[in-house]
T-cell receptor
Framework: GAGVSQSPSNKVTEKGKDVELRCDPISGHTALYWYRQRLGQGLEFLIYFQGNSAPDKSGLPSDRFSAERTGESVSTLTIQRTQQEDSAVYLC???????????FGPGTRLTVL | DQQVKQNSPSLSVQEGRISILNCDYTNSMFDYFLWYKKYPAEGPTFLISISSIKDKNEDGRFTVFLNKSAKHLSLHIVPSQPGDSAVYFCAASSASGTYKYIFGTGTRLKVLA
């Protein structure tokens, strides 16, 4: 498939556990974004990667959240010591450098019990 | 502070009629606007965009209007079809090169057959 893929599609975890979410962007897309959508809310920007530049982490809500991306490939979003308020759908999007449009994956629904 | 607002959480329209979805923004630095459509359990899909140098952009049944002085944009769908039933998000960004989108909270459109 040529689209953005994310795994797992669903994750249920206990409060205090760490979780790792994965995003496979569209091949050739240099920009990658993570967003979060809480129930009844809009999409909230978390972090942005562009090539080898330093990521824009301005949207990360706390130091429990971190993300990595190796080159222009896979990205992982890690949430340490999860809290119930972390429950949300986490969406990844990628963008080709010379265009404006972001293409979204299906998201990972995270539930923290 | 919500920089992008969609004040109507839901809208019902009869099939064949026009659907008008509204979006307001507060940041005058925004110069690029997009509409995304989201079906349940799927990621948002790009629908149509407009830059601030234009006041209208049309793509088939979808037209986006931008009123910069009022900081308002709207999406018109005509004629509306049952398959258009989804949540519609407007998003805005500024020409900082990152295309970091600020999303509204979405409007759920239901097209009645």
């Amino acid at each position: 498939g040529a689209g953005v893929s994310q795994s797992p599609s669903n994750k249920v975890t206990e409060k205090g556990k760490d979780v790792e979410l994965r995003c496979d962007p569209i091949s050739g897309h240099t920009a990658l974004y993570w967003y979060r959508q809480r129930l009844g809310q809009g999409l909230e920007f978390l972090i942005y990667f562009q090539g080898n530049s330093a990521p824009d982490k301005s949207g990360l809500p706390s130091d429990r959240f971190s993300a990595e991306r190796t080159g222009e490939s896979v990205s992982t979003l890690t949430i340490q010591r999860t809290q119930q308020e972390d429950s949300a759908v986490y969406l990844c999007a990628s963008r080709y450098q010379l265009t404006d449009t972001q293409y979204f994956g299906p998201g990972t629904r995270l539930t923290v019990l | 502070d919500q920089q992008v607002k969609q004040n109507s959480p839901s809208l019902s329209v009869q099939e064949g009629r026009i659907s008008i979805l509204n979006c307001d923004y507060t940041n005058s630095m925004f110069d690029y606007f997009l509409w995304y459509k989201k079906y349940p359990a799927e990621g948002p899909t790009f629908l149509i965009s407009i830059s601030s140098i234009k006041d209208k952009n049309e793509d088939g049944r979808f037209t986006v209007f931008l009123n910069k002085s009022a900081k308002h944009l709207s999406l018109h769908i005509v004629p509306s079809q049952p398959g258009d039933s989804a949540v519609y998000f407007c998003a805005a960004s500024s020409a900082s090169g990152t295309y970091k989108y600020i999303f509204g909270t979405g409007t759920r459109l239901k097209v009645l057959a």
